[in-house]
């Protein structure tokens, strides 16, 4: 079996499917030497051309001359852009392109100054530059493919495959354009200088000269033109094929010579084979014999419309307006201008756009040349694009997908491989655009390609800043975090003390703010504490001015009890009265007036029984119903013992009797938080009739037992008072239930002098037992009731009156207890 090299040799060739026979239409333009035109008077030079973005070397107002730089720029498909003539640069604006779609493209516009005068040119021999001087000079030069694709050519060239095959398209399958066979008519051996350079470049086993054999002169002059070449012998040969469209697509020619297939999304180099456009070899021996950059090519001017058709040299940048005036074109009224071949061009409406590296062709054919424009019809499924197509695609798919919008269809079908040769469009019977729609559909993939590759690229910028952000928050706290340790290592004892204290402050500042926010407060409330203040201290003020004006007073009656009982008893009762008048209210008055009344009026009843007037004196004195205390108590139980003490001296045993034990109850009512009501019993202790001792225990149990009632009433009306800020003490004794106690005094009276009534005074003690207990019922609730509506006018009770009434009690009782003792020893 023949190796692939050998098949070569041998001239085989292989079918490629599709593709169809249009007319050539040749002879209109192939028949004349290709001339040059007149210098346009402007030219226009997009930015960039081919390629990426470039970056601006020159402004307005700037003389340029011929070849020299423009742009620069380092991108992966970057190629410059160079001055097409010598003149002045007069604006850089947008300007419409050489495009299907005719938008505006950024393009610097040079006025000729018709010089036409060259930069400075650096002509080299390949045979010393490198291979990477090689490829940095084709750069430089701007080189693309010629053939329409204007792929950049270094690319192309710095493969990192292995290249076996090269092939130099000289096929140009389209109809009317006959540039490449004009160019390898006249410059062949330029044409093979450059194939020279590519071998060098790529050192293939072979290099295939592909040309139609509608071009045998051209054939010819190529087969000449290797004969007297530098190329090694039998490496490079011309290979003629038939004549069919698309044959000159890469991948068609590709599978016409070699007989493979190279799959879908695979560039040519990956199987070991390199095409180039024989135009493209033209510009390569240019650049790097001559150092002239690609400026300018060959464009065929065809169709019944041009004047004076044939094939010229026109610099990149000069305006088809310009150049169709140079060549006689005749418009007809329905004229259309077609860039590019009549099957994979397309019509423009501006003719003021440039020439670019790719434009191969302009056309302006006749009316009896084109069909007029036909009304797109629906597709009937004949199936003739599909057998046409060249890159066996499926057309109708790609068609509906692409009408519908639905390009990620659409791509599933391949639409990628799509060379746009119009064959579809050809041979469809609907008259449908199909390649218009491929088109629209390929840019629109190629949009969003371009759209989510700028996201990606936007979301590692901002995930770069985020980083970015992090780091520097991470660094600013460890400086601060040093900074601290550092100003804390150097700061002394009274610093840190100082900065504690103010921490300290912050913190208490934070928490009173916190609790203003948390409880709000209450205006009423605090209104009604700052009466209740005032009031207080008011109250407060006029205790410490009656205290210290009856100190002296008070050490006057001590004295004066020592000497005259009666009249410091008498002293010490005014004194009692004119302190409770100043802090006692008009109740209170009353109530310690009625007291010593009673008191007076007992004393009277019971002169003849000094024992029984001791009990009735001291018990009248415990049972006040104004304000006492524990102080009073102590009192009243100091001189009930020195009065036992003076009787059993005086061994006094008259009218002794046997007394029953009696119980007597004393309901004690408190007014703490308004709630708790108790009930206590008080316990009389067993009286020996014949033992004076034993009536004075009794005596003693009696005034105990009323001064802790006293107190426990005093608590009371302190408690509603702190309550009540506002209530008088007349509302405190007008709710105060009645006294369950049975009368100490009478009970003392019956026991010791008359021993028979002992029983009646226990059914006595009963009967004030139940009925007390039933009023006890009935003025609690009236108590708790009080207590509830006059919750907010309570007033404080100063303790300190107490004091004070308690040492007067204690010289009343003195005194009365000297005055008894003398008039027992008189009665003795």
């Not at 779609?101 to 021999?125: F, H, K, P, Y």
């Not at 090269?166 to 450059?194: F, Q, W």
């Not at 519908?404 to 579809?424: P, R, T, V």
């Not at 204290?501 to 205006?523: D, F, G, L, W, Y």
């Amino acid at each position: 079996m023949l190796t692939l090299l050998e098949q070569l040799d041998k001239g085989s060739l292989w079918q490629s499917p599709g593709g169809i026979h249009p007319p050539e239409l040749k002879e209109l333009s192939n028949t004349q030497a290709i001339s040059r035109l007149p210098l346009a008077k402007h030219f226009i030079v997009p930015v960039p051309q081919v390629g990426e973005q470039a970056r601006l070397l020159i402004d307005v107002g700037q003389t340029v001359l011929k070849g020299q730089l423009l742009t620069e720029g380092n991108g992966f498909l970057y190629l410059p852009v160079h001055a097409p003539t010598s003149g002045k640069v007069t604006d850089i604006k947008p300007v419409a392109s050489n495009h299907a779609s005719g938008l505006a493209v950024l393009s610097i516009i040079i006025e000729a100054d018709g010089l036409d005068t060259w930069c400075q040119l650096n002509a080299s021999d390949p045979n010393t530059l490198s291979h990477s001087e090689l490829i940095f000079k084709i750069k430089q030069a701007g080189i693309s493919g010629m053939g329409g694709a204007t792929f950049p050519t270094h690319i192309k060239l710095n493969t990192a495959s292995e290249i076996g095959l090269v092939i130099i398209n000289g096929v140009e399958c389209e109809p009317y354009i006959t540039a490449d066979d004009r160019l390898m008519r006249e410059h062949s051996h330029e044409i093979l200088k450059g194939i020279e350079i590519i071998h060098r470049l790529l050192s293939p086993q072979r290099i295939i000269i592909a040309i139609e054999d509608n071009k045998p002169e051209a054939a010819k002059a190529m087969q000449q033109a290797i004969s007297l070449s530098n190329l090694p012998a039998n490496s490079t040969r011309v290979t003629v094929i038939p004549t069919k469209y698309p044959s000159g697509g890469e991948k068609q020619l590709i599978q016409i010579i070699t007989g493979k297939e190279v799959p879908s999304g695979c560039l040519p180099s990956q199987l070991g084979i390199v095409v180039q456009n024989v135009g493209t070899a033209y510009a390569i021996q240019d650049a790097i014999y001559f150092g002239k950059p690609l400026i300018e090519r060959v464009v065929t001017f065809t169709g019944k419309n041009i004047h004076q058709p044939g094939n010229y040299w026109l610099p990149i940048g000069t305006p088809i307006t310009a150049a169709l005036e140079r060549v006689g074109f005749q418009p007809s009224t329905t004229q259309k201008l077609i860039i590019g071949g009549p099957m994979m061009g397309y019509a423009i409406n501006d003719t003021y756009v440039p020439v670019l590296k790719g434009t191969n062709c302009v056309l302006a054919p006749s009316d009896d040349e084109i069909s007029p424009d036909m009304d797109e019809k629906a597709c009937i499924r004949c199936g003739e694009c599909a057998l046409a197509c060249p890159a066996l695609l499926l057309p109708q798919q790609l068609f509906w997908h692409a009408k519908a919008e639905e390009y990620d269809k659409a791509a599933s079908f391949n639409l990628q491989d799509c060379i746009e040769c119009g064959c579809c469009s050809y041979v469809c019977p609907s008259d449908i655009p199909l390649v218009e729609y491929y088109r629209i559909a390929k840019s629109a993939l190629r949009i969003a390609a371009e759209e989510k590759v700028l996201a990606e690229q936007a979301k590692l910028r901002f995930e770069a800043r985020l980083q970015r952000l992090e780091d520097e928050k991470i660094a600013r706290e460890a400086k601060a975090k040093a900074a601290a340790e550092k100003r804390q290592a150097n700061m002394k004892s009274s610093d840190k003390d100082a900065v504690a204290a103010a921490m300290a402050r912050i913190a208490a500042k934070k928490a009173a703010q916190s609790h203003e926010v948390n409880q709000p407060v209450n205006t009423q409330s605090d209104k009604a504490v700052t009466e209740t203040t005032d009031k207080k201290t008011a109250v407060s003020a006029a205790i410490a001015r009656a205290k210290a004006k009856k100190a002296a007073q008070t050490a006057q009656s001590h004295s004066s009890a020592e000497n005259n009982p009666s009249q410091a008893e008498s002293t010490a009762l005014n004194e009692q009265d004119n302190i409770t008048t100043e802090v006692m209210s008009q109740k209170d008055r009353i109530a310690a007036a009625v007291a010593r009344a009673k008191a007076k009026k007992a004393a009277q009843n019971n002169q003849a029984n000094p024992s029984v007037l001791a009990v009735n004196n001291v018990s009248e004195m415990t049972t006040s119903d104004d304000v006492k205390n524990d102080k009073k108590a102590k009192v009243a139980a100091a001189i009930a013992k020195a009065k036992a003490k003076k009787l059993h001296q005086t061994g006094s045993t008259d009218n002794a009797t046997e007394i029953e034990p009696t119980e007597t109850h004393s309901v004690i009512i408190t007014a703490t938080n308004n709630t708790v009501i108790t009930e206590k019993p008080v316990t009389g202790s067993k009286i020996d009739a014949t033992d004076l001792d034993k009536k004075a225990r009794v005596a003693l149990a009696i005034a105990k037992a009323k001064a802790k009632k006293s107190q426990q009433k005093d608590d009371k009306i302190i408690g509603y008072e702190d309550q009540h800020p506002l209530a008088s003490r007349s509302e405190v004794h007008h709710n105060e239930p009645i006294s369950t106690d049975i009368d100490t005094e009478s009970v003392a009276d019956v026991v010791l002098n008359d021993p028979e009534k002992d029983k009646k005074a226990r059914i006595a003690a009963a009967v004030a037992k139940a009925k007390a207990k039933q009023l006890q019922q009935t003025e609690t609730k009236n108590l708790e009731l009080a207590l509830s509506n006059a919750a907010s006018q309570a007033d404080n009770f100063d303790s300190a009156t107490l004091d004070k009434k308690a040492k007067i009690a204690a010289a009343v009782a003195k005194a009365k207890a000297k005055k008894l003792a003398l008039q027992a020893d008189k009665k003795d």
